[in-house]
């Protein structure tokens, strides 16, 4: 998994400094540690956000002023529920050895046997929630499509992580990953496919 540096700055922790922060394009958010005191942070919005918005999770070495850093992954993201712009964001901190939960991005591979012949591929979950060791983390899941017919779906417990030692899907097993829809034409020729459940 790729090492990304983000530069932060210490800032106090006040409604009003917070509303003026996020208008000058800076993000507060917070780094913690289980046992240890959380750290108050501010971050640049535009820096943050292609980071949010990555098709793959990174291991993000927090960079303050003074040259010190802390190593991270991004815990949590709060959105305005209007903009879409990112208001607050949490980053847990971790040791080399120790066990995390991270979102880890979903990728497709393969061209699908359903939209081959017409269907539409949906992607229900866009990541997945991982536990393992940081060293052991993918950038992203591979789910391979290829055998995905029309009307059926691939579920979280039918990802193979055979390529990836140690870990685990943290997901609700039965939770549909990726499925494939009946194209509207399709649909209306056969409406039992609109109204069946992926299986």
């Given at each position: 998994m790729e090492t990304i540096?983000?530069?932060?700055?210490?800032?106090?922790?006040?409604?009003k400094n917070a509303e003026k922060l996020r208008k000058n394009g800076i993000v507060p958010g917070v780094i913690y540690h289980k046992g240890e005191e959380t750290i108050a942070i501010s971050v640049n919005e535009l820096a943050l956000r292609k980071l949010v918005h990555s098709a793959e999770s990174h291991i993000i070495d927090l960079q303050f002023p003074d040259g010190k850093i802390k190593r991270s992954f991004i815990k949590d993201v709060q959105f305005h529920p209007v903009t879409d712009r990112i208001i607050h964001t949490d980053f847990q901190l971790f040791s080399a050895e120790e066990i995390i939960e991270l979102e880890v991005p979903v990728a497709v591979s393969g061209e699908s046997a359903g939209v081959e012949k017409g269907g539409k591929l949906l992607i229900i979950l866009h990541a997945l929630t991982i536990k393992g060791k940081p060293e052991d983390m993918p950038d992203h899941l591979v789910v391979d499509v290829t055998a995905l017919e029309i009307g059926h779906s691939i579920h979280v417990k039918e990802i193979p992580l055979d390529a990836y030692t140690?870990?685990?899907?943290?997901?609700?097993?039965?939770?549909?990953v990726i499925t494939v829809l009946a194209s509207k034409k399709e649909a209306e020729a056969t409406p039992e496919?609109?109204?069946a459940t992926a299986s």
């Open positions: 540096v983000l530069g932060v700055e210490p800032r106090v922790i006040k409604k140690g870990l685990q899907i943290m997901d609700d097993p039965d939770t549909p496919a609109a109204v």
